[in-house]
């Protein structure tokens, strides 16, 4: 493999600043992952029940989604770097919280739900915020090379924290898989300090409220074909992913009762992930980025139909990586297109409300991913549910030409 197809790492080698924030979000990501293993755990472990797990869950989707709502306003209105340094605080609240209620033995739910609740609120919102300096930060022609390396960061949390929390809390108890993650949010609080030279202000600081503030952004999407076409390709993504609900079915249809094959499947798809991130150099020379994005996306839904049209579950484990390879290209584009087409004042805004309409497909989509398998065998029902939706991405295909036409070398942020 040419080195040039590799992951582009010059804005690590580059810039300090960017290099100090993607140390501390990596290892932040970590020990997120470590307390988002170890709360279902913890809270199953005292319950016994299913529904209060999902309705732990279900609470901190919410807070999440609110978050990332107001994440946005905030970031756009006041000092970003404040909005993160505060966020992050409170992220260090509440899994100290977290580890404070095992440590003295806490047998009810609600506190848990309340510091995880805190957490989706103050996480969503620094993740926004931090969103929103890094273009100015990096420049707009590093942005292509800034979101491969935020995914391979991502992806490799999801790959390793989940296994390392749940040995964790195997040998050692919930108390320690939190405190770790608490102790990871704690000293890598420093690296997320402003960068000398920077403004104490976002440059927006938009006297409007926060309702007429969040509609600015949303006119902005409307009135720009491109980030608009993002938006709507982005809500199919998500929706379609919502399939992988059906994977434990799927797998117990095909092999029986087999925790390790499920666990095969999904550590497939992640690892698909980061394969894609790490050979993601060559994204930064494609003329046409919308086109490659709508044409990903279908090839992506093709990836998913052939896991349930798979024989055996190590073709059905390959085709999944497939999805997960060509969904982290997406996830780059899409990352690009936003921020160069999307003005400094309003990236927190924009930013808040993709990550919002995101977890919003995500739902709908296991909705009615879930739908379709009570009424069909998992395997049929995986296959026909992303053959359907890679149907839509055709037609979507068809009815965003801005995005579809648009070159690299259009790529622009307007300054109004």
């Known amino acids: 493999m040419r080195w040039s197809l590799l992951v582009d790492v010059s804005p690590l080698r580059e810039n300090p600043t960017f290099r100090r924030l993607f140390v501390g979000r990596s290892v932040m990501l970590f020990g997120v992952g470590l307390v988002g293993v170890t709360v279902p755990i913890h809270v199953f472990a005292l319950t016994g029940s299913t529904a209060s797990v999902a309705a732990v869950s279900s ?39 977290l580890t404070v209620l095992a440590l003295l033995g806490n047998t009810a739910v609600w506190p848990i739900a309340a510091l995880v609740v805190v957490n989706g609120l103050s996480g969503a919102s620094g993740i926004t915020a931090l969103l929103a300096v890094l273009p100015g930060l990096v420049g707009r022609d590093k942005l292509s090379a800034v979101g491969a390396l935020n995914t391979l960061s991502l992806r490799l949390g999801t790959v390793l924290a989940p296994v ?43 006297g409007a409220g926060p309702f007429r503030a969040l509609l600015l952004g949303y006119r902005h999407v409307r009135r720009d074909r491109v980030v608009g076409g993002v938006m709507i390709a982005g809500v199919v993504g998500m929706v379609g992913g919502g399939s992988l609900v059906l994977v434990p079915a799927l797998v117990h249809a095909r092999v029986g009762d087999a925790p390790t094959a499920v666990g095969l499947m999904y550590s497939a798809l992640s690892a698909g992930m980061v394969v894609g991130a790490l050979g993601s150099g060559w994204i930064r020379r494609v003329h046409r980025p919308g086109l490659l994005l709508l044409v990903g996306m279908i090839g992506c839904f093709l990836a998913y139909a052939a896991v349930g049209a798979a024989p055996w579950i190590p073709l059905a484990a390959a085709a999944i990586a497939t999805a997960g390879a060509i969904n982290s290209v997406e996830e780059v584009l899409r990352y690009t297109l936003l921020q160069v087409r999307t003005p400094d004042a309003l990236l927190g805004r924009v930013n808040s409300l993709f990550a919002a309409q995101n977890m919003s497909g995500v739902a709908v989509g296991a909705l009615v991913a879930g739908a379709i398998g009570t009424r069909l065998d998992p395997m049929t029902a995986f296959w026909t549910y992303n053959l359907a939706m890679a149907a839509v991405s055709v037609v979507v295909l068809a009815l965003l030409p801005a995005l579809r036409r648009h070159r690299a070398e259009e790529i622009h942020a307007p300054t109004t």
């Open 59 to 97: 609470a901190e989707s919410i807070a999440f989604f609110a978050g990332f709502t107001a994440g946005g306003v905030l970031a756009d209105r006041f000092d970003r770097w404040r909005v993160i340094l505060v966020a992050r605080l409170g992220s260090i609240t509440s899994f100290a919280g």
């Open 164 to 206: 390392t929390g749940g040995a964790v809390v195997a040998l050692a108890g919930p108390a320690w898989s939190y405190g770790a993650g608490a102790a990871m949010a704690l000293v890598t609080t420093p690296l997320l300090r402003r960068p000398s030279g920077t403004v104490t202000r976002s440059p927006a600081a938009p």
